[in-house]
Antibody, heavy 121, light 111 residues
Framework: EVQLVESGGGLVQPGGSLRLSCAAS????????MTWVRHGPGKGLEWVSY????????YYADSVKGRFTISRDNAKNSLHLQMNSLRDEDTAVYYC??????????????WGQGTLVTVSS | QSALTQPASVSGSPGQSITISCTGTTSDIESYNYVSWYQQHPGKAPKLMIY???NRPSGVPDRFSGSKSGNTASLTISGLQAEDEADYYCSSYTSSNTHCVFGGGTKLTVL
């Protein structure tokens, strides 16, 4: 059974940092791209970042570019999102999702349960 | 990057059909058959319902269907059921340097 489990969320002050992790099981992480999506309070889903299976291709939303860094450790079946210079507007539930784009499909077919990041003083 | 445009809300009675539209640009929907739709119930993770415009993942009822014309994609739900009440989001690949964009979401109310 495919499972994605996020961790690392919490309360942080503006300007602070957090590192989110996503533990993957039930499939071979190295075969798939991965994506982070967030859902802010009262807002819609927002795509945050993408990393290809071999980490050779990385994209960021304009809203987080220069502040967030996506990475992965295929040997440890894990995905990470380093978030620096956090702002109030980064408050959201952050989801990791498996991305099938390298298989020719625009599909985030499995999602974690999400981890809540709250940026507040 | 600009979000895709969806109506804020739609509603229908049990057994009826509804359609949710998703309007993009030449950088996304119009140029690629890479549109997906997600269902999200309150407090839950999103669930993939349609991918690549028309494809349904295993386990998704055939009451859900997708289509595209020009720069607008659509999700149609026929035979509405109470459990279909949720938020629905469209998404598209984009040729901009950001790879992917979501719509603002549509709240479906089953009357």
């Amino acid at each position: 059974e495919v499972q994605l489990v996020e961790s690392g969320g919490g309360l942080v002050q503006p300007g602070g940092s957090l590192r989110l992790s996503c533990a993957a099981s039930g499939f071979t992480l190295s075969y798939y791209s991965m994506t982070w999506v967030r859902h802010g309070p009262g807002k819609g889903l927002e795509w945050v970042s993408y990393i290809s299976s071999s980490s050779t291709t990385i994209y960021y939303a304009d809203s987080v570019k220069g502040r967030f860094t996506i990475s992965r450790d295929n040997a440890k079946n894990s995905l990470h999102l380093q978030m620096n210079s956090l702002r109030d507007e980064d408050t959201a539930v952050y989801y990791c999702a498996r991305d099938r784009i390298e298989y020719g499909d625009h599909a985030l077919d499995y999602w974690g349960q999400g981890t809540l990041v709250t940026v507040s003083s | 990057q600009s979000a895709l445009t969806q109506p804020a809300s739609v509603s229908g009675s049990p057994g009826q059909s509804i359609t949710i539209s998703c309007t993009g640009t030449t950088s996304d929907i119009e140029s690629y058959n890479y549109v997906s739709w997600y269902q999200q119930h309150p407090g839950k993770a999103p669930k993939l319902m349609i991918y690549d415009v028309t494809n349904r993942p295993s386990g998704v009822p055939d009451r859900f269907s997708g289509s595209k014309s020009g720069n607008t994609a659509s999700l149609t739900i026929s035979g509405l059921q109470a459990e279909d009440e949720a938020d629905y989001y469209c998404s598209s690949y984009t040729s901009s340097n950001t790879h992917c964009v979501f719509g603002g979401g549509t709240k479906l109310t089953v009357l």
